[in-house]
């Protein structure tokens, strides 16, 4: 039920747009952020433009902010917070993005996609590790039903010359995510090559790169003091009590 509740909301969303910018610009019709962990036995948790928010009661807080100008620059940021008091482990991050490109002078129908680059190694950065460019589902495409597996396949079905309705999503590795860990994925969208993945139209000639990260602010352990500083410590205290005897 819970699938088929996001392919009806996405398919309103055509309809009645969430994120909008004006014309001659880039607008966001979809902007959404999925997690997978074998620690939510709930399955993969997603948000989309506060249409559906998994994350409610799950013990993870979003927050979403959206600070893209009125031509559609900027960013797109989702800000995590772990709060269920466990380990979160081998999460799996990603961005999803459907946008269109100047939507009062352009078809939906005649844009495409390009990989720039995705060059991310796992949790050890803050890059994307994997990427996907389709067609949104409405028509074809499997974006979306990667996106609730888990799993993007970084392949471009909508390239120049096979032109239609574009989306993209990113993926992020991020490794465990201790209790009271935050983070926060951020999706870029630029008109200077800013890698990852961009969106073009073959009428208008305009284009805009997409990319993103994700930054996460690790807890910082609490050193408990060594054994050498132990003894030091306690021979200090026979001393002390030895000069007080005196």
Known sequence: MKRLSYQFALFCLVFNPGLSAPAHAYEIYDAGAFLHSPSVSTGPLGYLDGVFNDFDG??????????LNADGIGSLSWAFSNNTAATLSDVNLFGYLDGEIDPDLNSSFNEFGRLIAVAGSG????????????????????IYDNLFLGALDNSNAVPEGSEDDVAMALGFELGDILAGETWTMAINISLDNIGGLFHGDIDGGNGFYINGSVDINRAVPVNEPGSLALLLLGLAGVCLARKNNK
């Open 58 to 67: 799950s013990g993870i807080d979003i927050t979403f902010t959206n600070t």
């Open 123 to 142: 949790s050890g950065d803050s890059a994307a590790d994997s990427w996907e460019i389709d067609e949104p589902g409405f028509v074809f495409g499997d």
